[in-house]
């Protein structure tokens, strides 16, 4: 008999949630927590010593030993180093469990250690934690035991951000004073603040551990480097909300357990397009807090699937020829008194407030799309964006029939007397009720569409922190908005004004707008005749985070300094050089040590049968040509090898870490390519016996 779950017993329960500060600290102290925590501010010392006890309490009533400041560095994922609640021995032999209000506050790990990108030398190792009160402390159950986890910004000695969170909160700040004033502009005087808000689904692959376990590639880069296509893939369309199997069923509710004792809104399970692939989504939080669930979803995933013997992949693309996996980041900004700015209400075209809000985010996504493609980009969704399974790499906005039409009647008229609606839908079967349809469609090749009340982010890959995407929304959305209130605020006539500047940035900016297929190569060419962006891959959308543009944009509202770019640039450089270089050096090693040695077994196999069939006086002709494209293919296979192996030396001795990318993605990648497919042609017609490594076929259907 399955266990029954009380959710709402279980939910937070690993979480020192408002509740749990409201029921363990002193009125006064609670109160000081909730100032800092809404409105900003410094904790005093005594404050924090007095919350810094009753964390520890809780947290040890639960089990826990040890406290880390949890943190996420430029590496993408997040780190933490464990400090004991122990103290020194007292004089009789005794000790005490304690943790200060500094411990709580601040850390002190190495940040020589981190990706930093020239901010930090190797001799300057001093780095500091510092506790986000806004995003609460939680218990992490793990092999370790019970851990007290206290979310933390990192920056360094001098104050440079080294992380993605820090980013991220000065980013949520400046969208809120900007947004306010345009509320303000509106009547709004209730609001002392505006959320952004984000839902991150999460796509992943889960197989067989044991069989990843005999595959190089899964283990050193989370993919399949080599691999020919399944008889059956995704044909069918059987996989997509498919009945779940048992043993995926019984990870999803381990792992939706997990979840909620976490404080993580888990509402959605299903089957993907995939075979093997599936999702998750959860409910809309503020961004930060669902930048830091997402990276818990993520790390529990992993870990929950290894209880079931089986491995989740995460990458982009695990595999060629079926869909690879990405994370829709739905983006709203609500105020704090419960107004959704991007609510267009019942009227859309009468909804003044709505249609300046609309105006402005058109023109932060036309102005900086090159930099909201940044923000997607890493090395795996490469593989991905464009490729008739995510958005193309160009950025557009997908606003619907119905907006569209009210936009287009503000452009060419400067009035929108007029607004579609979705009527009824009619099913034909008596028995099943009509119902209010909506007023448009939705467009699943959108890269940035709007979907009732939010806009959904198609590009960010699965693997990537939704920090910088959400970072950079933030940031171009501020200043559209900041630019805007600049001119209503000092308007004469705020009525006529705000028309008139919705008409101009509607006008101006409406080129970014497409309703059509993102897919087709039309739109390529039709983006190309209106001037937008078309940056195909990560390694050229690098240096968007240091023109000019950008540079002013960040700086202006405090979220990066120049330092700061420079150095994120660097280490997007020098993180995709040395993914491809593992790749790389994995297909060399996987080829030279385990698939020629295979194939050459088999092949001696081959022309010892030729031998016996002809000395037994019959026709060899079919083992004879089946002998033939094996060697062929093994021929092929070993060139390509040599030629891989010396691009990949030739890369590895570059030092210029821009020129080494580029290297990278025009030489080497083409040379892996140039690899693998003798390599996968060879795997059709070898013995299936003879093949080294688990195939395409055994790691997505057999799970």
Known sequence: MSEKLNVEAIFGENVFTLKTMRERLPKKVFAEVKKVMDCGGELSLAAADVVAKAMKDWAVEKGATHYTHWFQPLTGITAEKHDAFVTSPNEDGTMLMEFSGKELIKGEPDASSFPSGGLRATFEARGYTAWDITSPAFIKEAGTGPILCIPTAFCSYKGEALDKKTPLLRSMEAISQQALRIVRLFGNTGATKVIASVGPEQEYFLIDAKKALKREDILFSGRTLFGAPAPKGQELEDHYFGVIRERIGAFMKDLNKEMWKLGVPAKTQHNEV????????????????????????????????????????????????????????????????????????????????????????????????????????NVGNDHRLGANEAPPAIISMFLGEQLEDVVKQLVETGVANTCKEGGILETGVSTLPDFQKDATDRNRTSPFAFTGNKFEFRMVGSEDSIASPNTTLNAIVAEAFCEAADILENAKDFDMAVHDLIKEYMSKYQRIIFNGNGYSEEWVAEAEKRGLPNIKSMVEAVE???????????????????????????????????????????????????????????????????????????????????????????????????????????ASAMEDGKEQAFFYKDTVKDAMDALRMPVDALEMIVDKEAWPMPTYADLIFEV
Request: hydrophobic letters at 40%; a negative charge; one cysteine or more.
């Open 274 to 377: 995939a075979p093997a692939q599936h999702e998750l989504a959860p409910i809309y939080e503020s961004a930060n807090i669902a930048v830091d669930h997402n990276q818990l979803v993520m790390e529990t995933m992993k870990r929950i699937a290894g209880q079931h013997g089986l491995r989740c992949l995460l990458h982009e693309k695990p595999f060629a020829g079926v869909n690879g996996s990405g994370k829709h980041d739905n983006w709203s900004i609500t105020t704090d008194n419960g107004v959704n700015l991007l609510d267009p209400g019942t009227s859309p075209n009468e909804n003044i407030q709505f249609l300046l809000v609309l105006a402005c985010i058109m023109k932060a996504v036309d102005t900086h799309a090159d930099l909201l493609r940044q923000s997607a980009s």
């Open 544 to 650: 968007t985070l240091t023109t000019p543009k950008a540079v002013a944009l960040f700086e202006k509202f405090g979220i990066f300094t120049k330092p700061e770019l420079e150095s994120r640039e660097e280490v997007l450089y020098e993180t995709y050089a040395k993914t491809i270089n593992i790749e790389a050096l994995t297909m060399i090693d996987m080829a030279s040590k385990q698939i020629i040695p295979a194939v050459m077994r088999y092949s001696n196999e081959l022309a010892n049968t030729v031998i016996a069939v002809k000395e037994a006086g019959a026709d060899a002709s079919v083992q004879e040509g089946l002998l033939r494209d094996v060697s062929t293919y093994l021929k092929a296979a070993k060139d390509a090898l040599v030629n891989l192996s010396a691009v990949e030396k030739q």
